[in-house]
């Protein structure tokens, strides 16, 4: 994905109680061309998914420490040790 896009930036130097400073000034929002957010939503949208179903799946288990515990290496597990 390649965005072709002016500077994003603009420092010019100002003089603030007799010292030289670089004053930023950002292009104004939205950004020209807009962002295409289009492929992230796609990238994120199995993982959420997954996360949705996992903490479905907890709801129903009667230990949720021991389900968390079988999907950790051991040793991995400190905040489950008694």
């Keep these: 994905m390649s965005i072709r896009r002016e500077a994003e930036t ?3 130097v100002s003089t603030v109680a ?3 400073v ?3 000034y950002p292009n104004p929002l939205p950004p020209e061309p807009p962002i295409d957010l289009e492929p992230l939503i796609r990238f994120w949208t ?3 998914r997954a996360l949705g179903r996992l903490d479905g799946s907890t709801a129903l288990l ?3 420490q021991l389900f968390i515990y079988l999907y950790l290496p051991q040793g991995g597990s400190p905040f489950l040790s008694d």
Aim: avoid cysteine.
């Design 10 to 12: 603009l420092y010019r």
């Design 22 to 24: 670089q004053v930023l």
């Design 18 to 20: 007799g010292r030289s």
């Design 62 to 64: 009667p230990d949720t």
């Design 46 to 48: 199995g993982p959420i």
